[in-house]
Nanobody, 125 residues
Framework: QVQLVESGGGLVQAGGSLRLSCAAS????????MGWFRQAPGNEREFVAA????????AYTDSVKGRFTISRDNAENTVYLQMNSLKPEDTAVYSC??????????????????WGQGTQVTVSS
């Protein structure tokens, strides 16, 4: 059974940092793009960041560029999201996802087949 399990969320003051982790099990995703999405209450899920299979290419939504960094460790089947200079508007449930096919760097949720349950990130002002 394929599972993606996020960790590292929590409560932080504005300007602080958090590092999210997403550990995959049940299959390897070393040839698949992986991404992070977030959903705040009352809002639709939005794309945050994505990384291609070998970490050579990344993509970010404009609001997090320069503050967030996505990375991966294929040996550990894990993807990370380092979040710095956090703002109250970053408050959301953050979920990781993996694509179903090899290659690519999709930023649309419908291109991802596997999803974690999410981890809450709350940034206080």
């Amino acid at each position: 059974q394929v599972q993606l399990v996020e960790s590292g969320g929590g409560l932080v003051q504005a300007g602080g940092s958090l590092r999210l982790s997403c550990a995959a099990s049940g299959r390897t995703f070393s040839r698949n793009a992986m991404g992070w999405f977030r959903q705040a209450p009352g809002n639709e899920r939005e794309f945050v960041a994505a990384i291609n299979w070998n970490g050579g290419s990344t993509a970010y939504t404009d609001s997090v560029k320069g503050r967030f960094t996505i990375s991966r460790d294929n040996a550990e089947n894990t993807v990370y999201l380092q979040m710095n200079s956090l703002k109250p508007e970053d408050t959301a449930v953050y979920s990781c996802a993996a694509t179903w096919r090899n290659g690519g760097l999709p930023i649309q949720g419908h291109d991802y087949a596997y999803w974690g349950q999410g981890t809450q990130v709350t940034v206080s002002s």
